[in-house]
């Protein structure tokens, strides 16, 4: 099997090309060339030396997953389906507007995690997505969307809030990072990669070690009862841990806050208790809230707040003094939005069968 060269990033790529006998500086030529200028043909690195190149098209590819669907929403928001093999597909969404492109990043083809009011956790786990599958949805995007009139990346942003748990692939969801930090890739400044995650906290501890980079948690529940439930890895860390957790990172972060992700959902989590009660839980955690409308999925069982309550909910957080943003619907006629990035999983932990079983 060829090496995919995608899946490297500069580390990775210098000690590869040591073995082949290879300077350091021709990992950096190559890198450039695959990332910043999209090229995948060894014979168009034209600053190689031909034996390189000649060697290169022999043992190596520069092979992105395969596209197997685009789509375009009147809002400007974009999708790509990008197939995972055995009948898998991962979305990847970008969403424009005023000042920045921002693109949303899949890391896990299906989610173990089984948060309750999210449609990829719903279906099942099946694998984490492999570097070149991760790095090569911000390198079909750029592709695809090319550069602006002055030659800028249109893409100035990623959230990995994409299909699955970034902390729970954390190997090459680091070495993607790397990549989309890297001046000879993408070089996107460390405050504007955000990783989104539903709280694993070893995890959090070594990415403030790795990779500090901006970090948002879904908190989605301002106390354990509830959290247990609907974001059922609050079992295993729990709020106070979580928290500790966030103070931690932030000593090494590139913002100097966390971004708490709180989806509503009517009758469940939007009470002014739940808003008194999140005002307490985050008092020692410099953070600002991000309120996300629920975006129901078929057989969801739950419904987004009401506006008034959504409202409600921000003002009680604002008269506190944190800043709230409350998260635009993109996309909804492409269903891009938020936690509907469905794909395709096939659920290898069989999760949709152990559920009727129990039934
Ligand atoms: N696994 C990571 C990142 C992916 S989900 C995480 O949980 O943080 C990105 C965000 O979308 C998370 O805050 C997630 O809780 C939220 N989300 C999931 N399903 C949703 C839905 N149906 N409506 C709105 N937000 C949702
Ligand atoms: Fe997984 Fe995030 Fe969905 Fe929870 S919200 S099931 S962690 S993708």
Redo the contacts with the bound molecule.
């Keep these: 099997m060829p090496i995919n060269l995608l899946d490297y990033d500069l580390p990775g790529l210098t000690s590869y090309f040591a073995e082949l006998g290879e300077k350091p500086f021709r990992a950096k030529q190559v890198l450039r060339w695959i990332h910043h200028f999209g090229i995948s043909d060894f014979e168009q690195m034209s600053d190689l030396a031909k034996s390189l190149r000649d060697k290169l098209t022999q043992i190596a590819t520069v092979t992105p997953p395969q596209m197997m669907a685009e789509q375009a929403s009147s809002d400007g928001t974009r999708k790509w389906l990008l197939d995972a093999g055995s009948m898998n597909g991962v979305e990847t969404v970008f969403i424009p507007d005023d000042t920045r492109g921002t693109l949303c990043v899949s ?1 896990q083809v299906g ?1 173990a ?1 089984e ?1 309750t ?5 719903r279906q099942g786990f099946n694998r984490n997505l492999s570097v070149a599958e991760i790095i090569g949805q911000l390198w079909w995007a750029n592709r695809a969307l090319g550069r602006d009139p002055k030659g800028d990346r249109i893409i100035t942003n990623v959230v ?7 902390l729970a692939n954390y190997a090459n969801v680091v070495t993607a990072l790397n990549l989309m930090l890297d001046d000879n890739a993408y070089g996107l400044s460390r405050r504007r990669v955000t990783v ?3 709280g694993l906290v070893p995890a959090m501890d070594r990415l403030r070690e790795d990779c500090p980079v901006a970090l ?3 908190l ?1 529940a301002p106390n354990d009862t509830l959290r247990d439930e609907i ?1 059922p890895i609050n079992r295993k860390y729990p709020l106070d841990e979580l928290m500790a957790a966030c103070q931690r990172y932030l000593e090494k972060a590139p913002r100097d806050f966390v971004t708490f ?1 709180y ?1 509503m959902l009517d009758g469940i989590n939007d009470q002014p208790e739940h808003a008194r009660q999140l005002l307490a839980l985050v008092r020692d955690v410099p953070c600002k809230f991000n309120l ?6 078929p057989n ?1 069982g ?1 419904r987004c707040s009401r506006p008034e309550t959504i409202r409600r909910f921000r003002d009680t957080l604002m008269q506190a003094g944190h800043v709230v943003t409350v998260r635009k619907t993109r996309g909804e006629d492409i269903d891009a ?4 990035l469905a794909g395709q999983v096939q659920d290898k932990t069989k999760r949709t069968l152990r559920h009727i079983e129990v039934i």
């Design positions: 890391s989610c995690l948060c009011f999210c449609s990829t956790g990995m809030m994409g299909m699955g748990e970034p989104s995650t539903s948002a948690v879904s989605h974001v992700e989806v996300i409308p629920f975006n129901p999925f969801s739950y939005a938020c936690g509907q």
